[in-house]
């Protein structure tokens, strides 16, 4: 991705192709251990004051505030998480579809924007061969870094497993 494209965000077909190429071959509580203290390790070094969450399922296996985070962070996890679930896909790509079509989610999904959210930052965790098994989500950027930081840290823990 280009500093201009990163700067006005993904297309729906470079969010598609982030889907498609960051898939798991396995997920338990250790990779879920590495996975957050990796996202953590990436927004300390980046002075970033967002809350982390991994589940697998309904369970949460990992959760992080950093400081400057708040509760309210918290709150705009479950609302993107929820998209993620709902929809089967990261909630900046839903949001991005909504944005392509002319309208927005809150216009047209029919859901309530109280309970979800289709702004960047919540990421399927997908295992290949089984679909999705859980989430990653950050909350504490603008939408596209919140993003780009769940994709940054699903590269390299790919890159290390």
Known sequence: MTAATAAAGPTTAELEAQEAR??????????AWRL??????????????VAVDIRRGEQQLFHYALPGSSADNDAWIERKIRVVRRYGESSYLVGQRFRD??????????????????????????????????????????????????VEALERFLQGS
Do not use: W
Request: charged share 20%; aromatic share 6%; hydrophobic share 40%.
């Open 22 to 31: 960051l898939q798991l071959t396995r997920f338990d509580n250790d990779d």
């Open 101 to 150: 079509s002319g309208s927005s989610f809150e216009e047209k999904s029919r859901l309530d924007p109280d309970r979800f959210a289709a702004h960047g930052g919540a990421f399927p965790l997908r295992v290949v061969d089984v679909g999705l098994v859980g989430t990653v989500a950050v909350s504490g950027l603008p939408q596209t870094a919140d993003h780009l930081l769940v």
């Open 36 to 49: 957050g203290s990796l996202l953590v390790q990436l927004c300390r070094e980046g002075g970033h004051p």
